[in-house]
T-cell receptor, first 116, second 115 residues
């Protein structure tokens, strides 16, 4: 079964510092991984996805994610955090193509708090 | 704005009642997904429709049902409501929804409160 884990409930970082939000995955076959962000009282916004190819994926709002097959990780990163990045971040995985569905399986979410 | 619309934004009802949540996908998207977000269960996939037909089912209770209409909008029906059904219900859409590479775009959600 496909699953993702986000080991940290909350990450605190100072504005201007680099940030990392961690995600590990467990899949059978090739992983298809996604990051979404949820601002208070809003829906989820797509940030980026890894399908294949380069291990470093660039996404929206200056975010990027590093895919590491040996560590089964897909950590979200940003070189310089902004206070406005404070939100709830979700890692997600999609089942293999043989399942014929694009449904997403989400991690528990990590709250990012960026302090001025 | 993702282009996915959901109505209503908020819904307050009593136990035992039935409600209908509505979703309009982005223009051109054939797949609609429903997710439930609650404090104890997190974000859970409920059901997916693709071009009018059920494609995949997740942790959806028997008291819940959904359908996708010819104009591709979708409705999620929740009946015999219980306190534990209080949650944020999201709809998402994607172009195809038959491959894992599709990106899903989420609506703003409907917050259901069961009293």
């Amino acid at each position: 079964a496909q699953s993702v884990a986000q080991p940290e409930d909350q990450v605190n970082v100072a504005e201007g510092n680099p940030l990392t939000v961690k995600c590990t995955y467990s899949v059978s076959g090739n992983p298809y991984l996604f990051w979404y962000v949820q601002y208070p009282n809003r829906g989820l916004q797509f940030l980026l996805k890894y399908i294949t190819g380069d291990n470093l994926v660039k996404g929206s709002y200056g975010f990027e994610a590093e895919f590491n097959k040996s560590q089964t990780s897909f950590h979200l990163k940003k070189p310089s955090a902004l206070v406005s990045d404070s939100a709830l971040y979700f890692c997600a995985v999609s089942p293999p193509p043989s399942s014929n569905t694009g449904k997403l399986i989400f991690g528990q979410g990590t709250t990012l708090q960026v302090k001025p | 704005d993702s282009g996915v619309t959901q109505t209503p934004k908020h819904l307050i009802t009593a136990t035992g009642q039935r409600v209908t949540l509505r979703c309009s996908p982005r223009s051109g998207d054939l797949s609609v997904y429903w997710y439930q977000q609650s404090l104890d269960q997190g974000l859970q996939f409920l059901i997916q429709y693709y071009n009018g037909e059920e494609r995949a089912k997740g942790n959806i209770l028997e008291r819940f049902s959904a359908q996708q209409f010819p104009d591709l909008h979708s409705e999620l029906n929740l009946s015999s409501l219980e306190l534990g059904d209080s949650a944020l219900y999201f709809c998402a859409s994607s172009v195809e929804g038959t491959t894992p590479t599709d990106t899903q775009y989420f609506g703003p959600g409907t917050r259901l409160t069961v009293l």
